[in-house]
């Protein structure tokens, strides 16, 4: 008998060589039908992998990612199997899971293949789908294993194999087919009820464009064909509120070729957006208790390279720059971090003084490669929300949870509501990503997670995501549609202020370290408004929009009727325009619309005569005919509810 541990604590005493499926068939047999996939002691296994000595077991349905996980890998089989029996002689390379479905990626040869053939592949994936076929992970020798490949003559797999030790290489097997794989399938091929292949793209062999460049299939698959509709359907709302699509059509940002890739350039009306979130955050700041500050947008090469910015970020980083006098290097800022540890450095404290909390809105440049670039969410020039605490240890703990105090405030200021956290660890084993000593980074570790225990927050431990200097909590909010976005930082770090001799003097009257917290609630501006045009569908609250009310006149006679209630509105604070353009009111409704508008006044005779405007709302219709003052008192009403629901100044 064995001993196997469930996640609620309770134990299941089973004869040795039980599998996964077997206890959860133990448990009921509705829970049995819907396991996917499972864990044990932390290790991938199979539902069907005999159990052999004492563990913790974890089984993975649908609606966990692990679930998913295994779901859409089997999927990626499926295809794969469908691939090549529809294109015989084609190489296939590898087909992993990803957030939003799979992929594979294929060496078609002298065969074409192209968006047309996703339908009878999609097909084909299904009629294998229905023959329920076992996925069956066995173990294989090196020898065997590269053998088998080398007979289809597919130096991919080949390469893939030479660098896998021998006594740790498994194949799956489903049907007639075979492949390279490492586990987590699904118990058979029937699991899989719908599919389709989204579109194909170029990729280079390992990444490498040195490489050939292969055939990528995207494809998603779903136990349901109601939630294959579903997914869809969110996928063409995606479209319609694809920032990219509305930063063009509300005129906030473009960008220009002359001007350069990945830098995007602020339009009047972005510009006002992005002022109004800025003001909002440093008003919150302002009360935390912290001090602007403003660095230049170059620094010199030394900078980083006491940082250990240039070691880590080198290659990111745009091309050295070069001045006249021979020796002299400078860099544009890749963060702002050293900066502001010589802002720190620029006079003696003592303990008396900390915390000190220096803020800046900073623009630092990346050169991200251009295929990676996305319109405001992976640029080469953004700004960052950027602050950096210098306090004493034993001031940490609580410094750090009003930093998630004010993350928690902006987000709910804002409307996201729905987020988890995730504490970001080095990867032990990679010692070489990070800087510093190991006590110290237990250290800093240590106290994210105490400050996330005692705040209460629903958080997971990600290994191997930190930052080259310290750890971090990073804040996953989803937006409207479901999908999860990465926003806010907070980071712990013991390394700078020792590679920039960062002292204060304390109560002993000795020089000691501070410990240095970085934090960035919105991330970066670029990629915050980003999301939160996605999220909002760019119909923003109305104390954040840039125009709260467009004035549209019936004709040129009531173009000075139409500025007298543009003055009266901008006398109480309402942000307007008057639409004076010789078209007709239908078209001048019609573009209100699309601009998001949240009001829209039409003044005419019957208007100028009893001095009122009449109301439409965006979306909703005429509302009425009113008085300009009772309007704007409506107007300030609602801003004023919007800022108490908010906690918005």
């Known amino acids: ?23 959860a068939l133990s448990i009921s047999e509705g829970l049995a039908r819907n396991v996917i996939s499972a864990a044990y002691n932390g290790q991938t296994v199979e539902s069907s992998t005999p159990l052999t000595h004492d563990g913790s077991l974890v089984l993975y349905t649908w609606r966990d990612e692990a679930g998913k996980k295994a779901f859409w890998h089997s999927s990626a089989h499926i295809l794969a199997q469908a691939l090549q029996e529809s294109y015989p002689g084609i190489k296939l390379t590898i087909g992993p899971a990803i957030e939003t479905g799979f992929y594979y990626d294929v ?67 489903h049907d007639n087919f075979t492949d390279l794989c490492r586990g987590g399938h699904l118990p058979h091929t029937g699991y899989v009820k719908a599919v389709k292949l989204m579109s194909i793209a170029g990729a280079y062999w390992r990444g490498d464009e040195k490489n050939k460049q292969l055939t990528r299939i995207y494809g998603v698959s779903y136990p349901k064909q109601k939630e294959l509709k579903q997914y869809l359907a969110l996928l063409e709302e995606a479209k319609k509120r694809d920032h990219r699509k509305l930063g063009k059509e509300l005129e906030l940002f473009t960008f220009s070729k002359k001007v350069g890739q990945g830098l995007p350039l602020w339009l009047p009306k972005g510009t006002a957006l992005r002022e109004r979130l800025e003001n ?11 001090e602007m500050v403003m660095t230049p947008h170059i620094g010199s090469k030394e900078l980083y390279v006491t940082s250990g910015h240039f070691e880590k970020y080198g290659e990111d980083s745009f091309q050295v720059i070069k001045t006249p006098n021979e020796g002299e290097e400078f860099m544009l800022k890749p963060m702002n971090c050293p900066h502001h540890c010589e802002i720190y450095n620029a006079k003696p404290f003592s303990y008396k003084d900390l915390p000190k909390r220096f803020a800046e809105f900073g623009t630092v440049y990346r050169y991200e490669q251009s295929g990676e670039l996305h319109g405001l969410t992976r640029v080469r020039g953004f700004t960052q929300d950027d602050a950096h605490i210098f306090c004493t240890p034993d001031q940490l703990d609580q410094e750090f949870k009003n930093v998630i105090d004010l993350v928690l405030y902006v987000f709910g200021s804002l409307g996201f509501e729905n987020f988890t956290t995730q504490v970001s660890v080095r990867d032990l084993s990679k010692p070489e990503k990070y800087i510093g000593d190991v006590k110290t980074w237990e250290k800093a570790e240590n106290a994210i997670l105490s400050a996330v225990k005692d705040k209460g927050l629903d958080y997971v431990v990600e290994t191997g995501e930190a930052a080259f200097y310290g750890p971090k909590l990073d804040f996953m909010v989803k937006d409207a549609l479901g999908r999860s976005w990465q926003l806010g930082t907070i980071q712990v770090d013991y390394n700078l202020p020792e590679r920039f001799d960062l002292t204060y003097k304390g ?25 939160l045009l996605e999220h909002t569908g760019g119909n923003f609250p109305l104390w954040l929009m840039p125009e709260q009310v467009t004035i549209l006149s019936l004709s040129e006679k009531y173009e000075k009727y139409a500025q007298k209630v543009l003055n009266l509105l901008e006398n109480h604070e309402i942000r307007a325009l008057v639409d004076n353009r010789n078209e007709t009111i239908g078209k001048k409704i019609r573009e209100a619309e699309l601009n998001k508008l949240p009001y829209m006044l039409i003044v005419g005779e019957q208007e100028e005569k009893d001095a009122t405007i009449s109301v ?14 009772a309007f704007a008192a409506m107007i300030n009403k609602a801003v004023k509810e919007e800022i108490k629901e908010f906690n918005v100044e």
Request: glycine share 6%.
């Open 616 to 629: 439409r709302k965006h979306s909703e219709g005429d509302q009425g005919t009113m008085s300009v003052e």
């Open 280 to 290: 909002f955050l440093k008003k919150a700041q302002k009360k935390a208790g912290y």
């Open 1 to 23: 008998m064995i001993a196997i541990t469930l996640p609620d604590g309770s134990v299941k005493q089973l004869e040795e060589g039980v599998t996964p499926m077997d206890v």
């Open 107 to 173: 060496d078609f040869g002298e065969l074409s293949f192209s968006e047309k053939d996703l339908a009878a592949i999609e097909d084909k994936m299904l009629e294998i789908a229905r023959g329920k076929h076992t996925f069956s992970l066995r173990s294989t020798s090196k020898k065997e294993a590269l053998d088998f490949y080398k007979n289809q003559a597919n130096q991919y797999k080949v390469e893939l194999i030479e660098n896998l030790e021998d006594g740790t290489i498994t194949f799956c097997d």
């Open 507 to 531: 109560s002993d009257n000795e020089l000691h370290r501070p410990v240095m917290i970085h934090r960035a609630p919105f991330g970066s501006m670029e990629r915050f408004v980003a999301i």
